[in-house]
């Protein structure tokens, strides 16, 4: 069967960026400004197609799970509404995990496969420096041995669309890229223009990015010793688990964050969008839909299937479950957030014990997640961006944001 991505590519007759046409200046103001996510875009010579291709510029969700999917997202299917055009969702993990990977490593594994099977020449990821954990560096990886090193997240804004410049002359004609969703949006609007025959799309969901030096503010008012962090995430346990060089554990709660300190680390881009479930993808592999020490599995198209058939035989996996309500809880976090409150430490554990006991589980933490991002972003945008209200948050956000009563803009 045509894959429908690839229908969407050939068809339409844009042209090539123009000869002339450079990369903006390392450091200088990009077209959205403060909203900026360093998307890569504006590294390369696509930045021609900048106006028409920013998330941040124009939002076009519509257009884009269309040419994607071949149709946007229904909206009167609850499911849809929160997770995107979707043929499949599952929890899997890998029987045998990968090493030091952010999960259990389904995204290196598939980037590894598509590689050994001939089905893509690179792939595009995400490496880190030399000298910093956590300072991302895109690469087009054409060996598996560079796609597993590029395994586990780096928690900051990555510039991935930078790798795009070194498309033209390479010989790369089949890619698979992987990204969050910002990326994708600004990929999937000059996928037409690439010199590519083939593009396959594996997202990550995505959501509260910041930049290195944010990250650096998160780590010191989170963590007993910032410097031996390498490894954390956010997990479904209502915790923030992070693991040392020493291989040690330590669990914060979520309760119990410096929401005074932390409000303003999390980027203006991150805090004024809403593909936290990363649209555009044809295959989304995330955690926070499944039930914890899964990973849940979004499958938008038939080439999204053709992406999962390559790992299906190595995986266990399960159907996607949902369990309490998020309700209650999303209407009083965004009240106490926007009050800026911090509990003091045993309450926050204490509270994060009985939401962990009786809170949403699988698909409604899923939501739960999301209808406490959307709602705190919303704010965030009529605050800071009254004038880009309108255009910027797409009805689907709208649809779960009236869900709520949110404090005076
Ligand atoms: P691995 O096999 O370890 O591979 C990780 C992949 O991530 C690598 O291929 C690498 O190229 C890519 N990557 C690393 N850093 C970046 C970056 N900064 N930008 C783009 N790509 C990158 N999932 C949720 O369900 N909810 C969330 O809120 C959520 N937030 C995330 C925020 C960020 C910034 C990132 C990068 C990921 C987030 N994820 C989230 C996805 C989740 O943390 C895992 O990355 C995903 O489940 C894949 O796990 P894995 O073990 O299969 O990945
Ligand atoms: Fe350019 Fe990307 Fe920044 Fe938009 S988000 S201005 S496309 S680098
Ligand atoms: Fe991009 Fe949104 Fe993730 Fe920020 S939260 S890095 S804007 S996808």
Not at 55 to 68: N, P, T
Not at 306 to 327: M, Y
Not at 329 to 358: F, S, T
Not at 359 to 375: C, M, N, Q, V, W
Request: with cysteine; glycine share 8%; proline share 7%.
């Amino acid at each position: 069967m045509q894959p429908i991505g690839c229908a969407a590519v050939t068809r339409l007759p844009v042209p090539a960026p123009h000869e002339k046409a450079r990369p903006l200046a390392k450091g200088s103001v990009y077209p959205a400004k403060d909203l900026c996510s360093q998307c890569g875009l504006c590294d390369s010579r696509w930045v021609a197609y900048v106006k028409t291709s920013c998330a941040f510029l124009e939002q076009r969700f519509e257009a884009m799970e269309s040419g994607a999917h071949g149709r946007s997202r229904d909206l009167d299917n609850d499911d849809e509404l929160y997770f995107g055009v979707h043929q499949r969702m599952l929890m899997a993990r890998l029987r045998q995990p990968i090493e030091g990977a952010q999960w259990t490593g389904i995204v290196s594994r598939i980037g590894v496969r598509a590689l050994e099977s001939g089905l893509v020449d690179a792939v595009l990821c995400v490496g880190q420096s030399d000298s910093d954990r956590f300072t991302p560096v895109p690469r087009l990886a054409r060996t598996p041995e560079e796609v597993l090193s590029a395994r586990v997240n780096k928690p900051t804004l990555s510039p991935n669309l930078e790798v795009l410049e070194q498309l033209p002359g390479s010989g790369i004609k089949r890619l698979l890229a992987i990204g969050v969703g910002c990326q994708i949006q600004a990929l999937r609007a000059v996928q037409a223009t690439l010199p590519l025959e083939e593009l396959y799309v594996l997202g990550l969901p995505c959501v509260d990015n910041v930049s290195r030096k944010g990250l650096q503010t998160f780590l010191e008012s989170t963590v007993s010793s910032p410097a031996t962090v390498v490894h954390y995430e956010f997990m479904q346990d209502f915790r923030v688990h992070f693991r040392h060089s020493d291989g040690r554990t330590e669990t914060v709660p979520f309760f119990g964050l410096d929401t005074p300190k932390l409000k303003d680390v999390f980027a203006p881009s991150c805090l004024s969008c809403f593909d936290y479930t990363n649209a555009g993808a044809d295959l989304v592999v995330g955690y926070m839909g499944a039930t914890f020490g899964r990973q849940w599995v979004t499958v938008r198209n038939p080439r999204g299937q053709q992406l999962l058939d390559l790992v299906e035989p190595e995986l266990e996996t399960a159907p996607v479950t949902s369990s309490g309500d998020r309700r209650a809880a999303v209407q009083q976090g965004i009240e106490a957030y926007d009050k800026a409150l911090k509990l003091p430490l045993w309450l926050a554990r204490l509270i994060g014990l009985v939401v962990e006991r009786l809170g949403p589980k699988g698909l409604e933490y899923g939501r739960f997640s999301i209808d406490s991002h959307f709602t705190r972003n919303a704010l965030w945008v009529r605050r800071h961006h009254p004038e880009k209200v309108e255009a910027h948050i797409p009805a689907f956000a709208r649809t779960i944001v009236s869900r709520y009563r949110l404090p005076e803009a």
